[in-house]
């Protein structure tokens, strides 16, 4: 006989479900994103939609070509860009569709358990709840 499975109704209950959002909700992204300067660097290379060089992409932020290097690293470190090396010119990129859908998923997950939705959430739930 199957397990029935619960929608937590607490915050204590919730925390010991697992499931596609806690995947989703990584901290390391929101960290990244935590940041202006990260942004519109990662901004810039989204409206571009090429590989940027360190240099290009430090043109569009009022910061040190150094703290730039080490903001693009943090966004690739995220998963956010990929960098690319050629002899001593490193660029960086977007991968549109990678990106696009980490965040669908991502909204796709937390929709999935907006209050209107609770009579679909057992289908969410974990067998800890």
Same mark, same amino acid.
């Given at each position: 006989?199957?397990?029935?499975?619960?929608?937590?109704?607490?915050?204590?209950?919730?925390?010991?479900?697992?499931?596609?959002?806690?995947?989703?909700?990584?901290?390391?992204?929101?960290?990244?994103?935590?940041?202006?300067?990260?942004?519109?660097?990662?901004?810039?290379?989204?409206?571009?939609?090429?590989?940027?060089?360190?240099?290009?992409?430090?043109?569009?932020?009022? *910061?040190? =070509?150094? $703290?730039?290097? %080490?903001? #693009?690293?943090?966004?690739? +470190?995220?998963?956010?860009? @990929?960098?690319?090396?050629?002899?001593?010119? *490193?660029? =960086?990129? $977007?991968?549109? %569709?990678? #990106?696009?859908?980490?965040? +669908?998923?991502?909204?796709? @997950?937390?929709?999935?358990?907006?209050?209107?939705?609770?009579?679909?959430?057992?289908?969410?739930?974990?067998?800890?709840?």
């Amino acid at each position: 006989m199957p397990v029935s499975k619960r929608i937590p109704n607490d915050p204590a209950a919730a925390a010991n479900c697992c499931g596609p959002l806690d995947d989703l909700l990584d901290a390391e992204l929101f960290a990244a994103l935590g940041e202006p300067s990260r942004t519109r660097l990662l901004a810039c290379l989204v409206k571009c939609a090429r590989p940027c060089t360190t240099t290009e992409l430090a043109a569009c932020c009022a *910061v040190d =070509f150094s $703290v730039v290097t %080490r903001h #693009l690293r943090v966004l690739e +470190r995220a998963g956010l860009v @990929a960098a690319t090396k050629r002899g001593r010119t *490193v660029s =960086f990129a $977007v991968d549109h %569709r990678a #990106l696009s859908k980490r965040f +669908r998923n991502l909204a796709a @997950a937390i929709a999935g358990h907006r209050p209107s939705q609770r009579s679909t959430l057992a289908t969410n739930a974990c067998d800890a709840c």
